[in-house]
């Protein structure tokens, strides 16, 4: 996955279509739709595996919102850091985490990201500058800052994606951070990614103004609204905060309308909204039909040939599901390990 | 190729469910996506979705089968035109997700009565009583609907009295624990907050130096870590910063402890921590009764009270009082099981663990005295003190954190009133010294079961 990685780097110096209904670019249409493809696969094979009890505890799904991350990261370079919360199986595919560590993982193996430690909500890659898998809502925002923090310190150019929720901008240590990321000019995007409920609260019970793009006003932070289901949107908006931020002029924060299929986690019966609402977000807005269609009008790809891509994604999928259960449990003798590091 | 739907597991907890009903007939066509059957869990009615497109060929469990262990195959999905008796060997998959059961229920709004007015000065004589009362005639319930009662009880009593917390209104509680409650008392009284911790806390504390009782419901305890300024530096310490002028009649409750699964953020025992404030009460039942009757006493109480409350007996049942007046004293330890060769502290939880291990240990002899603490601050060393003077041995049990410990302070404790009493050294039974693993077998490894209490137990009496 670097490769690929390397190949968003290279794309995100290209020139991005103004218009997202525009002309596709080949070769960087397809390996979006089939990265947002492994989320989605990935996602809907965890669900499996936590109704046979293979994964236990929390478990919060990432489908509908796979265009968020998938834009983003195709506009940012693998020295960029990535942080966000416990919804976050997206985020490590995006950042080129390989779903054989995700699921194992998830699974409480030992082949694991976090050894079978961490779980669902806490997973990291240092090598691939991803840093958590945060499970207290808010707490990865002052985090995601102090990564830039530490990036403009060593004024080596890299710039931290810093993701969170619609319902956790309203704890209070995220406008702490605006606070200092402003006075200080340090190299964050914060990406907010509303989808509508901070579990089974909606944005208009939680919040007094509901759109969150201007939150930054009082410090000057710009930001804008972007339609999240749509991945070529989404990497418009992100490359231009992403430049602003990198060229040193400070924070930004896009919100991305978005939404999530699944209940908040495995155990929520979701009946704060209706099955009507979350059917016509599917059928009208998916980002991964979105994009297929749009491919197979211009003749970038057939149907055909995007099943065929599917069916790779399961099969990576399937395999992965398969090291993750056939990983062995964590050596007891690493209930001690990793509370400190030699001093 | 048949495929075999299986019980899902719909919450960390669940082990088994009910088939509610089929939404689907044999014989009838399913779109991946299309709800096949609502399936009840411990928690709360889920819909089961299909991820696969066919025909419902047969169903394994009719509605209404009880019991239905997690994997048990309840239906076969077929490829259109398969024939149902083909079906030898399904292959195995599991099924789609749960989604809503049903639309969202509109929330009555109620009309809460008038709040009465101005504050009173001085701290109000609160009907809080010193002694244990008689059970009486007793009710078997949930510890999760002996909480709700009390609340509900006490709400009724002092309209002064209302709840607020994420997700306790409209959802009823992330654990079901305020279920009925925005019916009966309305959004006045029932307030859904956003997620914003640490300001919802200060809030509180500020309704209650004007004399308001709010009960603050923390998710889990975990995310009062967020808050925890507040409950200290604010709630705890202005009566004395005050000179006794001010008070704050705030109760802060919600899940304490380990879960199941759920890794190191979200599994920390507290109960060490809060003990440790001048200023705060601190209580942390076991039994339904306890819970309905401390956490009645804590709201009545004019101090702030942490309630400290555990996810795994939300759901176990126990005989509680009819009685709307029983109220269990803040301070009082509880001889849960009378012995006489070894003392065995506990609280919470490992109560259940507790009286699990003197079964063990009677088969062997041993005769171990069960003190459910229940409090932790005030503290009921008398009880102790008594106890220990008559076996001479003394276990502390608990599930937090060994160093600076609910256990540390009790040896500390017998030591200084209890030392010529002693025949062996006090002995702690703890949390292993790291976060929470996630792996089911590590997670095991770090928690204290009977198993260890039974160890202790027979060190102290230098049996093998
Ligand atoms: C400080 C804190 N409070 C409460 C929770 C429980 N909780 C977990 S997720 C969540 C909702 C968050 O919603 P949002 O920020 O919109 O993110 P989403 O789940 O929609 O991705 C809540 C209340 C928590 N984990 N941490
Ligand atoms: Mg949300």
């Known amino acids: 996955m670097p490769a690929k990685q390397a190949a968003d780097a290279a794309a995100a110096k290209k020139p991005v279509r103004k218009d997202p209904g525009g002309k596709l670019d080949p070769e960087l249409s397809l390996r979006l739709y089939e990265q947002m493809l492994l989320i989605r696969r990935l996602e809907e094979k965890a669900g499996q595996m936590y109704g046979m009890g293979l994964i236990g505890g929390f478990c919060h799904l990432y489908i509908g919102q796979e265009a968020v991350v998938i834009g983003m990261q195709s506009v940012i370079t693998p020295d960029d850091a990535v942080v966000t919360s416990y919804r976050d199986h997206g985020h490590m595919i995006a950042c080129g985490m390989d779903p054989k560590g995700i699921l194992a993982e998830l699974c409480g193996r030992r082949g694991g990201y976090s050894k079978g430690k961490g779980g669902s909500m806490h997973m990291f890659s240092r090598e691939k500058n991803f840093y958590g ?76 103004r509901v759109d969150f793009y201007h939150r930054g006003q009082s410090w000057g932070i710009p930001g804008a609204q972007v339609d999240g289901m749509d991945v070529m949107a989404v990497r418009e908006a992100g490359e231009k905060a992403v430049s602003y931020t990198r060229a040193g002029k400070g924070p930004y924060i896009l919100e991305m309308i978005t939404y999530r299929y699944r209940g908040h986690s495995m155990s929520d019966p979701a009946k704060y909204r209706t099955r009507e609402e979350v059917q016509k977000v599917r059928s009208e807005r998916d980002p991964i039909d979105r994009l297929a269609h749009l491919i197979v009008e211009q003749g970038v790809a057939s ?26 449990e964590p050596d007891p003798s690493e209930l001690y390990t990793d509370v400190y590091v030699d001093a | 190729m048949p495929v075999e739907i299986l019980m899902p597991a719909l919450s960390p907890t669940m082990t088994e469910g009910k088939l509610a009903r089929w939404l689907k007939k044999e014989g009838e066509k399913v779109a991946s996506g299309d709800v096949l059957a609502e399936i009840e869990t411990d928690k709360a009615t889920m819909e089961l979705e299909s991820v696969n497109d066919g025909v419902l060929g047969k169903i394994l469990v009719p509605a209404g089968g009880d019991a239905v262990a997690v994997n048990k195959p309840i239906a076969l999905i077929l490829e259109e035109g398969e024939d149902a008796s083909a079906a030898t060997s399904p292959k195995a998959q599991t099924n789609g997700a749960a989604k809503e059961a049903a639309k969202p229920a509109e929330a009555p709004k109620v009309e809460a009565p008038a709040a009465t007015p101005a504050p009173a000065p001085a701290a109000p004589k609160a009907a809080v009583p010193q002694t244990e009362p008689e059970l009486g005639e007793t009710k078997t319930m949930t510890v999760r609907e002996a909480l709700r009662d009390a609340m509900a009880e006490e709400m009724r009593r002092d309209p002064d009295v209302f709840l607020m917390g994420e997700e306790v209104a409209q959802y009823h509680g992330a654990y079901k624990i305020s279920q009925g409650l925005l019916e009966e008392f309305g959004e006045k009284r029932v307030v859904d907050t956003p997620i914003t911790e640490m300001g919802f806390t200060g809030l509180g504390v500020g309704a209650s130096v004007m004399g308001l009782k709010p009960i603050v419901e923390f998710m889990t305890f975990n995310f009062a870590m967020q808050a925890i300024d507040q409950i200290i530096n604010s709630a705890a310490k202005t009566l004395y910063m005050s000179g006794g002028q001010i008070h704050c009649p705030i109760v802060f409750r919600g899940p304490n402890g380990a879960a199941a699964r759920v890794a190191a953020q979200h599994s920390q025992e507290y109960s060490s921590w809060y003990a440790h404030i001048p200023g705060l009460k601190v209580v942390a039942p076991y039994s339904a009764s306890d819970a309905k009757g401390l956490l009645k006493s804590a709201i009545r109480d004019p101090n702030p009270v942490i309630f400290l409350e555990n996810e795994i007996l939300y759901g176990h049942s126990f005989p509680v009082p009819t009685d709307p007046d029983y109220l269990v004293p803040i301070g009082k330890a509880k001889v ?106 590590l997670e095991k490894l770090a928690l204290p079961h009977a198993d260890h209490i039974v160890a202790a137990a027979k060190s102290v009496l230098y049996r093998s």
């Open chain 1, 133 to 208: 898998g945060h499970g207290i809502v808010g707490a990865q925002v002052p985090f995601g800052t102090g990564i830039a923090f530490a990036h403009r310190y060593r004024e080596n150019g890299n710039v931290c994606l810093t993701y969170m929720g619609d319902g956790a901008v309203n704890q209070g240590q995220v406008y702490e951070s605006f606070n200092m990321a402003a006075l200080w000019k340090l190299p964050v995007v914060y990406v907010i990614e509303n989808n509508k409920y901070g579990m089974g609260t909606s944005i208009e019970r939680a919040s007094a």
């Open chain 1, 303 to 328: 149907e055909d040939q995007l099943k065929d891509m599917d069916r790779k994604v399961k099969a990576t999928i399937s395999e992965a599901a398969e090291y993750a259960q056939n990983s062995p």
């Open chain 2, 336 to 441: 849960v099981r009378p012995g006489s060769h070894v003392t065995i502290t506990a609280f919470s939880r490992m109560v259940e663990y507790a009286l699990a291990a003197a079964e063990t240990l009677k088969g062997e002899g041993i005769e171990a005295e069960v003190i459910d603490l229940r409090s932790l601050r005030p503290f009921d060393i008398e009880t102790v003190v008594a106890s220990v003077k008559k076996t001479n041995r003394i276990v502390s049990a608990e599930e937090g954190w060994q160093f600076a410990g609910i256990g540390s302070e009790i040896s500390a404790l017998v030591m200084e009133q209890a030392f010529d009493y002693l025949d062996a050294p006090v002995a702690r039974v703890t949390g292993v010294d790291v976060p929470m693993p996630y792996a089911a077998n």
